[in-house]
């Protein structure tokens, strides 16, 4: 079973910025790719962002130019600037590989004036 260990998010005002990081104590030449996903009130699961082993991003349509994912060996982080009330959700860590796809347990973001 894979581990993932999430941390950030929080309150911030339309505008603002967060950042929202996952780490897995796995070996990082077992993943396969790492992201994150977003669950809005009475929405759909939706994925955010992407980014592959050889660093490769790929963004939803709805965050391009506000957001950045980035990842450094068993470590995502996605860093979300000028946050719209929109994008308040509970966001998930993604992690394909071990033989299998994990998510985090969720952590909120909530952007409100």
């Known amino acids: 079973q894979v581990d993932l260990r999430e941390s950030g998010g929080g309150f911030v005002q339309p505008g603002g910025s967060l950042t929202v990081s996952c780490e897995t104590s796995?070996?990082?030449?077992?993943?396969?790719?790492m992201g994150w996903d977003r669950q809005a009130p009475g929405a759909q699961r939706e994925v955010v962002a992407r980014i592959k082993r050889n660093g490769e991003p790929y963004y939803h349509d709805s965050v391009k130019g506000r957001f950045t994912i980035s990842r450094d060996n068993a470590k995502s982080t996605m860093q979300m600037n000028n946050l719209k009330p929109d994008d308040t959700a509970v966001y998930f860590c993604?992690?394909?590989?071990?033989?299998?796809?994990?998510w985090g347990q969720g952590i909120q973001v909530t952007v409100s004036s």
């Open positions: 993604f992690l394909q590989g071990f033989g299998g796809m994990t």
């Open positions: 796995g070996n990082a030449d077992g993943i396969q790719l």
